[in-house]
Structure formats: structure tokens, C-alpha cells
């Protein structure tokens, strides 16, 4: 099996990746056994502080950093379980010691596996105004849709004051299910929980629309090239 370099941003997030793996592992390969896992994580106001200022040079540098330092210790390929930070992808593949697996590309096999054509986004308010599903999705032949703009930035208030601090909480569930009902009547037939703590605040049996679990769908993809 190879070993699996998971470069962390936010906490939350990538204790769901990392527990998926640990989990789902079993199912293939029996009772506690999962491939060999490493992470390593800058601080997230390291992130933000680049984020911010749309400095995406700096966000790589630090997923660089990261990779260079799972590489020493034996990952074979990364994979990172924050969708925002993907918007510096294309810097950071080429220079990377091992290859990634792009979170985006996770999602848009799984929603083309459903059949669905048009999908909403959630996230950040980086993530649901830039450029990487739009630019992913369109190669499934997906089209994206993002909430209004004053649901944009309460999802984003969300997300920064409550989830990354493991604040979940029913009120925000609740306002997450309205802004999806917002996009299923407009035509939007899946919805991409991308942000990788939304799947820890929305409960799929209950949200408006068929969810695409970004966490968990990547961690899925890091177990089947694991095992390729």
C-alpha cells in the first residue's frame, strides 16, 4: 500500500479526512488495518494571512513546505482535505516532490457518477467565488451555481467563527438547508459541501438536496490510490 501524505489546513477538516481513511480502510483490507498515514499542518492564520491578500505564491509555498516534509518521512503521494486552498494547485503540482490528488476532481467523478448536471457550491467565500470548481466541474460537463452574495458571506462567517473551532451548531444547520433549498429551485440538482467541515454540520438525510461530500470523497480516492 502506499503511504499517504495528508498536508492538513484546518483542524476539523482534516481529522475527518484522516478518521475516514482510518474507517473506511477496514472495509477493504479487514478489522484495524488502513495504509500508512502521514500529516503535517502550518498554522491556518499562516494560510489566512495569504489567503486574504490573495497571495496564492504564499499559500504554495506553505503546501509546498508541507509536501517536501512527507515526502522525507516515506508519503508517496498528498492529498490536502481544504477545498479554498486548491486555488493554488497548479503552483504547487509541478514543484511537489509526489504527485496530489485534487479534491475537485473527487467530487466532479462522483456527481458525474450521479448524473447530476448542475450543482451548488458552499464554502468559503473564497472558494465559492473562485475559480477551482467552476474550472474542475466543466470538465465532467457540470455546472456550477453559488448561494447570493449575503448567503456567501454568512456561510463564510460560519465557517471561520463556528466550524473550524468545532462549533456546530443547529441554527447554522438549519440556515445551510435554506440556502440549498434557495439553489435546488433554481434548478440545481446536488450541492458540494466544499468546505471540508460542512460535512460535519449537514446532515445528509435532511439537507434540500443529494449532498457531495468533499472530505469524504477525497479520502476515498487517497484509499483507492493507496491500494492502485
Not at 450543482?119 to 474542475?136: F, R, S
Amino acid at each position: 500500500m502506499k503511504h499517504i501524505g495528508i498536508v492538513a489546513c484546518s483542524a476539523e477538516g482534516a481529522a475527518l479526512c484522516y478518521r475516514t481513511i482510518c474507517v473506511e480502510s477496514q472495509q477493504l483490507l479487514g478489522e484495524h488495518r488502513h495504509p500508512e498515514i502521514s500529516m503535517h499542518t502550518h498554522p491556518l492564520a499562516d494560510y489566512m494571512a495569504h489567503i486574504r491578500s490573495a497571495n496564492w505564491a504564499g499559500v504554495a509555498a506553505l503546501l509546498l513546505s508541507s509536501a517536501r516534509k512527507l515526502a522525507a518521512i516515506g508519503a508517496q503521494f498528498a492529498i490536502c482535505p481544504d477545498n479554498t486552498i486548491h486555488q493554488a494547485f497548479d503552483l504547487v503540482a509541478p514543484a511537489s516532490p509526489i504527485s496530489w490528488l485534487h479534491t475537485a476532481d473527487s467530487v466532479g467523478m462522483e456527481a458525474q457518477a450521479r448524473g447530476f448536471q448542475k450543482v451548488g457550491i458552499t464554502g468559503t467565500e473564497y472558494l465559492m467565488t473562485g475559480p477551482v470548481y467552476p474550472e474542475a466541474l466543466r470538465r465532467f460537463n457540470i455546472v456550477c451555481q453559488v448561494p447570493e452574495e449575503p448567503d456567501q458571506k454568512r456561510i463564510n462567517e460560519i465557517i471561520f467563527k463556528e466550524l473550524t473551532n468545532g462549533l456546530f451548531t443547529e441554527e447554522s444547520r438549519l440556515y445551510f438547508n435554506t440556502v440549498v433549498q434557495k439553489m435546488k429551485d433554481t434548478g440545481c440538482n446536488g450541492v458540494v459541501l466544499g468546505c471540508t467541515e460542512v460535512p460535519l454540520l449537514v446532515d445528509p438525510d435532511d439537507c434540500p438536496l443529494p449532498t457531495l461530500d468533499s472530505t469524504r470523497l477525497l479520502a476515498r480516492s487517497a484509499i483507492r490510490e493507496s491500494l492502485r
